[in-house]
């Protein structure tokens, strides 16, 4: 007898970028809609101690970024499109705050595991630095370090659906209508 999933198609190796737009508990929320993210985890980026704390992140001396690890399929949305959906959901040049939410660890930024995704985030980057006349306040740099928040800040919106989010809901919507064609077939 063989296993139940033996004529299952293998599911294609996933893709990761980290990314920083302010409250992660929204951030998160909009990437999840996304047709081809497959997980998110929501943890604080590139900061100077080992294991913070969510209390310890908010102090503003950590240097941590309320950061989204998005997992994706890339046969079904490239990170060009989602760095565009990305983009659509942040204030790209506000420094240090995203809404009402004011902080270093609310700072926006495109943190990358892969060299190879550095054209793509330079060539979203520019394009998006068109719109404005002063200077992204974009972080764009490798990950150096990444650590899971606790339990009770993960699919924070799934658990508590009237809990604060600094997004509209219409930027839900447009995440879950959103469909990458350079990848439809």
């Known amino acids: ?11 294609s190796p996933l893709s990761e970028i980290y990314l920083a737009g302010g409250c992660f508990w929204g951030t998160e929320h909009y990437f999840k809609q996304i047709e081809g993210v497959v997980e ?9 101690i080992d294991h913070p704390t969510y209390e310890q992140v908010c ?4 240097r941590f970024a309320e950061t989204v690890r998005v997992a994706y399929d890339p046969t ?4 060009e499109f989602l760095l565009n959906l990305y983009f659509d959901a942040i204030d ?5 705050q995203q809404g009402h939410d004011k902080g270093t660890q609310y700072r926006t930024g495109i943190y990358y595991v892969d060299k190879k995704d550095l054209p793509t985030i330079e060539k979203a980057y520019a394009e998006e630095q068109k719109k404005y006349k002063e200077p992204l306040a974009v972080e764009k740099q490798p990950l150096e370090n990444f650590y899971r ?4 800040h993960q699919d924070y919106l799934d658990k508590n659906p009237d809990g604060y989010c600094h997004l509209p809901l219409s930027l839900f919507e447009h995440a879950r209508k ?7 077939g």
């Open 59 to 62: 102090t503003d001396k950590t």
């Open 149 to 152: 928040a606790e339990e009770y």
């Open 92 to 96: 790209p040049v506000s420094v240090n």
């Open 178 to 184: 959103a469909k990458d064609s350079k990848k439809q």
């Open 1 to 11: 007898m063989g296993k139940a999933n033996d004529n299952q198609t293998p599911r």
């Open 40 to 48: 998110t985890e929501v943890g604080y980026a590139n900061g100077i």
């Open 76 to 79: 079904v949305v490239s990170l």
